[in-house]
């Protein structure tokens, strides 16, 4: 009764369409399907391991550069099964489109430090550029004041009654720089 139990859990009357339905949607014919692997080129296996991978339905499904060795139409399969996809799905790409139809979100790693972004491979990279433009904005307005700061010191550098005002200004533009 427990084995029953657990066949009837894991849907098991279930797997062989499933099956079948991934494979399909991978670009095999019945015939490949029937065959056996080893008769299979490198590009056909790795299809074989992704359609294994997405049988599994993992809580977390790593894929790196899921689209290297599919074509058109089977690029086109994966993006409306992973749009659909329950779980979470960690993507490493460089396809742009397939990008933008699958992400909800991106992350960024970038000088040992990592970016969120909402939204797809564009909404990624408009929002980087405007942080980037923002970023030099603000170093910009940085260095104005350092240097409005630096031409102040210079212009009262030598008044004694200045000096514990220079003072201060000299370790507000260190605390600017560092």
């Known amino acids: 009764q427990e084995v029953y139990k657990k066949l009837d859990e894991i849907e098991a009357s279930k797997a062989i369409p499933k099956a ?7 670009g095999f014919t019945q015939e490949m399907i029937e065959g056996p692997s080893r008769m299979l080129s490198g590009g056909w296996r790795m299809r074989v391991a992704l359609a294994k991978v997405l049988f599994c339905k993992p809580d977390i499904l790593l894929l790196d550069e899921p689209t290297n060795h599919l074509d058109l139409d089977a690029v086109m399969w994966l993006q409306d099964y992973l749009s659909t996809f329950e779980n979470t799905v960690l993507v ?37 550029k405007a942080n980037i433009s923002r970023k030099i904005k603000e170093y910009e307005a940085q260095q104005m004041k350092i240097n409005h700061v630096k031409t102040f010191i210079d212009k009262f550098r030598f008044n ?19």
């Open 20 to 26: 079948h339905s991934l494979l399909k949607g991978l």
């Open 92 to 128: 490493v790409s460089h396809a742009r489109e397939f990008l933008n139809d699958v992400c909800t979100d991106i992350i960024h790693l970038n000088n040992l430090k990592i970016d969120y972004y909402r939204g797809g491979f564009e909404e990624f990279e408009s929002q980087r």
């Open 160 to 178: 004694y009654k200045r000096a514990s005002f220079i003072l201060k200004l000299a370790l507000l533009i260190n605390n600017l720089i560092y």
